[in-house]
């Protein structure tokens, strides 16, 4: 085989062949024995060395794939993709939809993960960082369009969650704030002018974070970061209360 799967620890029995292809191939590609950007054996050589048959192959592939771990490219072969972001998205959004989470029960999360993000911040975030939040905390206006809008507060809360320099923190907010930025839209579809009315008014509160972190004071960053949430929570509840 020209790439290879490690074989220590798999056992396979009469009973549910994929399913047992699929957790052996999902330990190895978790574990970093398959790392990121690795090309898989094909279907016949996974066939050979797993002793199923091509179509059982396929339908751990398959479900690889479904999880974000792999990515089949067409006349390429198919590749270990293991994004931490998508496999967070895959992970979360069955259960987002199916306890109907709302841009309110959003905020009421992200309030922590923004807290924790400022902690980090000040000790881990060098002064070129968090000059460059300050840029993206002035960069609203009342002129912008709905999606300058939804770029700008993307642009301002993904940049504060990276000061933490927390890769686990990073991800998990990340999901959340675009999460956050899809019921947005989806309440702007019905009122366009949500964004503004959301969005718009609290520059000032997205300022005094930046401002409080550029001096490294971490109690005004904090009490900035309960400010600006807490501001935001109630124009969601009067503008998109149902979103």
Do not use: C
Not at 206 to 233: C, F, N, S, W
């Amino acid at each position: 085989m020209t790439d290879t799967v490690a074989s220590d620890g798999y056992r396979r029995d009469r009973t549910g062949a994929a399913g047992q292809v699929l957790n052996d191939l999902r330990a190895q590609i978790l574990s970093g024995r398959l790392p990121r950007g690795t090309r898989l054996p094909s279907e016949k050589e996974l066939a050979v060395h797993y002793e199923v048959s091509a179509p059982t192959i396929r339908e751990a592939i398959r479900a690889l794939s479904a999880m974000s771990l792999v990515e089949a490219r067409h006349g390429a072969g198919t590749f270990v993709t293991a994004e931490s972001s998508a496999l967070m998205s895959s992970a979360m959004t069955a259960v987002v939809e199916l306890e109907n989470v709302n841009l309110s029960s959003i905020f009421d999360l992200s309030e922590a993960f923004y807290l924790k993000a400022v902690e980090l911040a000040v000790r881990e975030a060098d002064d070129a960082e968090l000059a460059e939040l300050r840029i993206r905390a002035g960069a609203f206006s009342d002129s912008m369009e709905n999606q300058e809008f939804a770029t700008a507060l993307q642009s301002f809360l993904s940049g504060l969650v990276a000061l933490s320099h927390n890769r686990l923190l990073i991800t998990i907010s990340g999901y959340l704030l675009d999460r956050q930025i899809s019921l947005a839209q989806r309440a702007a579809e019905r009122e366009p002018s949500v964004w503004q009315r959301i969005a718009g008014p609290l520059k000032a509160e997205r300022i005094a974070i930046a401002d409080a972190l550029v001096v490294r004071d971490l109690p005004t960053a904090e009490q900035a970061v309960r400010v600006y949430m807490k501001r935001g929570h109630e124009l969601v509840r009067r503008h998109a209360p149902s979103s």
